[in-house]
């Protein structure tokens, strides 16, 4: 099993993000909203095929790929890009190549506590850091879940015999120290 399997990563730390955008050419606006976005970043595998789920305060997206094969894609600032990915353990190289723009390099180094996202361009380095968090699953019902489920009924039941049985029990007790008050006033 991968150390990313199972897991959601989400931006913790930017550092040169700024200038990274700055070099490939995107507009002041666009780096700054950017910059101020909160993304988190699925990683999964199914047989051959993996995908990249990325997901911000702008919207949500996800390329599929099989190793080093090109593919098709539109970054999330909304470029046109032809990208290929290589596996090196838990470190994936991503190359992208847009028109009318630099080629770059993404180097995502995964481990069970974190992402490390190094971005290159030209003589520009960027690095972002993400935190490893679970992600949570409903968990499908098995037989012992669903016998604890019919045993409730028994139970709520039995809480209220014995509540019930309580309840008589204390009437008749209230019922001797009337009689035994009674009992005492007539000697």
Not at 102 to 122: C, G, H, Q, W
Request: some cysteine; glycine content about 2%.
């Amino acid at each position: 099993m991968s150390v990313w399997e199972g897991k959601k990563y989400t931006l913790v730390k930017n550092f040169g993000y700024e200038e990274y955008l700055k070099e490939l050419g995107i507009d002041a606006v666009s780096r700054k909203i950017l910059n101020e976005k909160v993304s988190t970043i699925e990683l999964e595998q199914k047989s051959s095929l993996f995908s990249i789920k990325t997901t911000t305060d702008l919207g949500t997206t996800k390329v599929e790929f099989r190793l080093d094969e090109v593919v098709d894609e539109v970054t999330r600032d909304g470029r046109e890009a032809k990208s290929s990915f290589h596996r090196e353990r838990n470190n994936f190289i991503y190359h992208e190549l847009c028109e009318n723009s630099k080629p770059m390099t993404i180097t995502m180094d995964f481990t069970n506590e974190r992402l490390a996202m190094t971005l290159s361009v030209s003589n520009v380095e960027a690095l972002q850091v993400y935190e490893a968090q679970p992600i949570c699953e409903s968990v499908p019902r098995t037989k012992s879940a669903a016998k604890i489920s019919k045993a409730r009924p028994k139970v709520k039941r039995s809480l209220r015999h014995f509540f019930s049985y309580r309840k008589v029990k204390t009437m008749n007790a209230q019922e001797n120290i009337e009689k035994q008050e009674n009992d005492e006033e007539d000697t």
